[in-house]
């Protein structure tokens, strides 16, 4: 089955700074790519996907990046804000018979020091 | 439109109790699913439900049992509960393939 790894486990930014997140996925059947973000306490909530026949999706601070041939994606946040600290999850999924069959990385706990 | 609403909020059971935790969606999605998250494994599904009537298992189904009772309605029974059921469970649905996941607001129980 899909093995999805997320790294690194904990990031600590300044206010400002950028903060990349790093996923690896293994089966390439994988087509689709959601980030979702958890607050303490919180439900996931999606911020950003993409596609697989996608290199790359912008929406404001937030980007994604996709290499399918080294099956990367990568999350990355700009001009990071205290309210960007949170939980972010990498997903991969795979159309299976009409459902999504979607395996998480293990979180990125971000913390951004004002 | 209140999405995906999920009972109850929290809930401790003693070991060997039962319960039902209840979702709807009031989104008209096919799909709906249980996972559940404990802390640094990430979110594991539990049952899955393509659309009304169908019913599978997911990654760690044992311990657990489902009813999709409806095309809004997907509840999730622990008829024997275990300490190491003790997580937060999560009721999602989706609109299908290249949509993003709307979750519930979570449920946190404690086995003790």
């Known amino acids: 089955g899909e093995n999805v790894e997320q790294h690194p486990s904990t990031l600590s930014v300044q206010e400002g700074d950028s903060a990349v997140i790093k996923c690896t996925y293994s089966d390439s059947a994988s087509n689709y790519f959601p980030w979702y973000k958890q607050e303490l306490g919180k439900r996931p909530q999606l911020i950003i996907d993409?596609?697989?026949?996608?290199g790359e999706k912008k929406d404001q601070r937030i980007a994604v990046t996709l290499n399918k041939t080294a099956k990367h994606f990568s999350l990355h946040i700009t001009e990071t804000q205290p309210e960007d600290s949170a939980v972010y999850f990498c997903?991969?999924?795979?159309?299976?018979?009409?459902?999504?069959?979607?395996?998480f990385g293990t979180g990125t706990k971000l913390q951004v020091i004002p | 439109n209140a999405g995906v609403t999920q009972t109850p909020k929290f809930q401790v059971l003693k070991t060997g109790q039962s319960m039902t935790l209840q979702c709807a969606q009031d989104m008209n999605h096919n799909s709906m699913y249980w996972y559940r998250q404990d802390p640094g494994m990430g979110l594991r599904l539990i049952y899955y439900s393509a659309s009304e009537g169908t019913t599978d298992k997911g990654e760690v189904p044992n311990g657990y049992n489902v009813s999709r009772l409806n095309k809004r309605e997907f509840s999730l029974r622990l008829e024997s509960a275990a300490p190491s059921q003790t997580s937060v469970y999560f009721c999602?649905?989706?609109?299908?393939?290249?949509?993003?996941?709307?979750f519930g607001s979570g449920t946190r129980l404690t086995v003790v």
């Open positions: 999602v649905t989706d609109r299908g393939p290249y949509y993003g996941y709307t």
């Open positions: 993409i596609r697989s026949n996608v």
């Open positions: 997903a991969a999924s795979v159309n299976s018979g009409g459902y999504q069959k979607v395996t």
